[in-house]
């Protein structure tokens, strides 16, 4: 099992910016690509980011790219998401998400493990 602890969430105001942390504890190393995913209130989970094991690929949301970036360090089980820019509609809880399986892919479903998820809220 992985356990995923999100992180760095807050209000901010339109045009600033947040980090969101991820760090994964249990068995790290059986999970490969981590996401980001988001949900506002009344819609469905949404792709936000992911990047593979090495961090060497990334893959965002046309909605987000430009504004956020995703990082990871193995060493200390952790992935960031930067967030610069942020507008009133980035307002959503964010899910960080983790899979065991090779390759990056932009659908929850594939993904084999959650976190709890840390509400953002900007403000306009």
């Known amino acids: 099992q992985v356990q995923l602890v999100e992180s760095g969430g807050g209000l901010v105001q339109a045009g600033g910016s947040l980090r969101l942390s991820c760090a994964a504890s249990g068995r790290t190393f059986s999970s490969i690509a981590k996401g980001w995913f988001r949900q506002a209130p009344g819609k469905e989970r949404e792709f936000v980011a992911a990047i593979n094991w090495t961090g060497g690929r990334t893959d965002y949301a046309d909605s987000v790219k430009g504004r956020f970036t995703i990082s990871r360090d193995n060493a200390k089980n952790t992935v960031y998401l930067q967030m610069n820019s942020l507008k009133p509609e980035d307002t959503a809880v964010y899910y960080c998400?983790?899979?065991?399986?090779?390759?990056?892919?932009?659908?929850?479903?594939?993904?084999?493990?959650w976190g709890q998820g840390t509400q953002v809220t900007v403000s306009s």
């Open positions: 998400a983790a899979k065991r399986s090779v390759g990056l892919t932009t659908t929850a479903g594939t993904y084999d493990y």
